[in-house]
């Protein structure tokens, strides 16, 4: 509303109050607070959309700078590799296309390019950190680069291609020299993972939640890896109702909180913990 208008409106409301007000200036005053409340409507929707479109520009400027990480070979290899670069090192991953676990993810980005950008935030050095799934290992690379002890697993028939990419990106290059252990979900968890050395303070998880028939092991890992002060940092694409289902079922025994979200790649990055341990919450952190 202009100064104009605001002064046009206050005179009515003197009016108003005083005992000579007719029928026709009554009517008149409505008229003009309609008018006035059509005009903040318009107001509030054009904020909202401002707002809205300057949430897509940053969130393509920040998709474009993760996405940007990535390098391929100038030249053909023997093995097909993508490069990466975080934390001050050039990462190279061998792929394989005919496994979803031999590839990387948007997700695995998302969630670098947070590790990296937040080392303030969330220090790693020393940390002691397992990696869920970790497929090609790119998340767990990059958490050891950032100087923690890191534990990274996969299913057995992975393991091979793992060992490779996190031997051949972190050997004399990190304060611990990450391991890699055989976890397939929901099975054998006690044996393989005692409760009692489970003191984990990081779980990261990049892109676990698909259309697979696992989701109840999943969810049994998370809680079983999971202790009151663990915190999970969960990168997640929404593909089908399949993803809501499980963070619902997920919410039972966590609480969440969404640190991050990318409209333009359906991914969200979570931070997770035991419910009602997780402290007052920061300021939403941006990436």
Not at 145 to 162: K, M, Q
């Amino acid at each position: 509303m202009d100064i104009l208008a605001m002064e046009e409106w206050e005179r009515k409301f003197v009016v108003l109050n005083t005992s000579d007000v007719d029928d026709q200036l009554m009517n008149g005053l409505w008229h003009s607070m309609d008018l006035t409340s059509q005009d903040n409507h318009l107001q509030n929707q054009w904020v909202r959309e401002f707002e809205r479109q300057e949430g897509e520009k940053e969130d393509d400027q920040i998709v474009a700078e993760i996405m940007g990480r990535r390098f391929f070979p100038d030249l053909i290899a023997y093995k097909a590799w993508e490069g990466f670069h975080f934390a001050d090192h050039e990462i190279r991953i061998t792929e394989a296309t005919d496994c979803y676990g031999a590839v990387v993810w948007p997700s695995a980005l998302v969630l670098c390019y947070f590790l990296e950008t937040n080392s303030k935030q969330y220090n790693l050095v020393d940390k002691n950190v397992i990696e869920i799934g970790a497929g090609t290992g790119l998340v767990s690379i990059v958490a050891s680069l950032l100087g923690a002890f890191v534990t990274a697993t996969d299913l057995p028939e992975l393991l091979g291609n793992l060992q490779h990419n996190v031997l051949q990106n972190t050997k004399q290059k990190c304060k611990h020299q990450p391991c890699v252990k055989e976890l397939s979900w929901g099975i054998d968890l006690e044996k393989n993972f005692p409760k009692s050395s489970c003191n984990f303070d990081y779980i990261m998880a990049a892109d676990v939640v698909y259309h697979h028939p696992f989701l109840d092991e999943l969810l049994q890992t998370f809680d079983h890896l999971c202790n009151n002060d663990t915190v999970i940092l969960w990168a997640m694409k929404f593909r089908l109702e399949n993803e809501n289902r499980f963070v619902d079922r997920f919410q039972t025994l966590f609480d969440l909180e969404m640190i991050s979200n990318f409209p333009s790649l359906n991914i969200a990055l979570y931070k997770a913990m035991r419910k009602g341990r997780m402290k007052a919450r920061p300021s939403q952190l941006r990436v």
